[in-house]
């Protein structure tokens, strides 16, 4: 896809597979080190992720409640991310993953004070530290990675570095299962009630010893971010094109990106696939404890093998990308993500289980191809329209707690709860399909 000069300056065209390489001359190094920073966002989200069921059990709160966990985690993302563009606008990408890795280190170090006071607000003060770091890692090495080759291959180049993302992922699962879950107090809700009611101070050494449980990963975690921090300040990164431009101008670039209709309904898209990512990923092991009966640490393993098909399918959907538009490939699996989310909330329990896991490979493409999209030929408006499709992860600050509060509804009519709050990522998947039909055809030219 290229703008299209001759007609309106929004319309994007779709072209035949590019023959273009991959990347740009002289890029290599600079796009390994940065497609690093995909594998360690993707594990601060996916060790997150267990932590709402986690704190619901040992410190006895709703879900809505413990659903706050990625409220806080997504609030940080809307926050920082207009900040973020408009600092690395004004310094450089390099300058901007600095300082995203600091703050990325410190929310992790203030687990250790969190995990004293015995409270949820400061993991959530903690939380929220963190992602205003990861806001800025996410709106400097998008666009970053973008423009390092050829506009015809910046979507599928930016498809291949999103690919490592979720072998972090991977990893912060795998943390969550065997180094949190697993070694997380095994009693039941409904005992520890009692025992808060009959014994508050052994109810409160429980508590401790499991938050010392969470804390530990967290503080390790903070400590390799700070390693990761040095490597990058020493290391010599190249320049993006016009990189150099150091001009604000921040009116005009925000009011082109409003008149630019590809984007704006990228934005819109992105809103509705982050939410429908971080309500799949956070409430499988909710799904599974309840409509199955296994335990958190085994539904965590279900987690874990929907991240594996959607590592596999990040590398197969990159692949299909020299073939197939964008458009179109978006619109088809985000309709199959429709029909299996359906499948979550009729089909029996394991069958349900099963559709559910099966969304994560429809999932795999998205993100980075409607990033891919929106930002297309917006040149150095990139770095301040990365921020708008950064702000649009508040999509997993807002919709989570909403599905939260529906599980803690009634059943309706003979579906549980649980199964009905997963109308909203099915409402999600609906927008996304829309989107990817309207981009083939109103956006592009045959």
């Not at 199964?419 to 309207?438: K, M």
Request: glycine content about 8%; overall charge positive; some cysteine.
């Amino acid at each position: 896809m290229l703008l299209n000069q001759k007609n309106s300056p929004y319309s994007l065209t779709m072209n035949s597979p590019s023959t273009s390489p991959l990347l740009g001359q002289g890029y290599l190094y600079t796009f390994i080190l940065v497609t690093l920073l995909f594998a360690l966002w993707g594990f601060a989200n996916d060790i997150t992720n267990p932590m709402v069921a986690a704190f619901k059990n040992i410190l006895l709160i709703s879900h809505f409640q413990s659903s706050l966990v990625q409220a806080a985690f997504y609030g940080g993302y809307c926050f920082m991310a207009i900040p973020a563009a408009l600092f690395i606008k004004r310094f450089s990408y390099k300058q901007g993953i600095l300082l995203g890795l600091l703050l990325y280190s410190t929310g992790c170090i203030l687990f250790l004070p969190a995990g004293k006071s015995l409270q949820f607000t400061p993991f959530l003060i903690a939380y929220f530290i963190m992602t205003c770091g990861l806001s800025f890692l996410e709106t400097s090495a998008n666009p970053y990675i973008l423009s390092m080759g050829n506009e015809e291959t910046s979507t599928r180049r930016l498809n291949f570095a999103q690919a490592f993302n979720p072998l972090g992922s991977i990893a912060g699962m795998l943390v969550a299962k065997d180094f949190i879950l697993a070694r997380l107090n095994p009693m039941p809700e409904a005992d520890r009630i009692i025992l808060r009611q009959n014994n508050p101070q052994a109810f409160l050494e429980l508590a401790q010893n499991d938050l010392n449980v969470i804390v530990l990963p967290y503080l390790l975690l903070g400590i390799f971010v700070l390693i990761v921090l040095f490597i990058f300040l020493f290391s010599p990164l190249r320049e993006a094109p016009g990189e150099q431009h150091r001009n604000l101008q921040l009116l005009p670039t925000l009011l082109r990106l409003l008149q630019n209709p590809a984007y704006v309904h990228g934005v819109i898209a992105q809103t509705f696939y982050v939410g429908a990512q971080i309500m799949c990923w956070t409430f499988i092991i909710q799904y599974a404890t309840s409509e199955i009966g296994i335990s958190k640490a085994d539904a965590q393993s279900w987690n874990i093998l929907a991240m594996l098909l959607f590592v596999s399918f990040r590398f197969l959907c990159t692949y299909l990308l020299k073939f197939i538009p964008p458009g179109p490939l978006l619109a088809t699996l985000a309709s199959l993500a429709s029909l299996l989310t359906l499948g979550t909330i009729f089909l029996p329990a394991w069958q349900g289980l099963y559709s559910l896991v099966a969304v994560s490979a429809c999932m795999s493409l998205m993100f980075p191809t409607i990033y891919g999209i929106a930002l297309r030929g917006l040149g150095d408006d990139a770095k301040l329209g990365s921020a708008g499709l950064i702000l649009a992860i508040g999509g997993g600050c807002l919709m989570p707690p909403l599905q939260g509060a529906i599980m803690d509804g009634p059943p309706f009519a003979s579906l549980s709860s649980i199964r009905v709050s997963f109308a909203l990522p099915l409402l999600c998947f609906l927008i996304i399909a829309h989107f990817g039909v309207l981009t083939h055809k109103k956006y592009s030219l045959k």
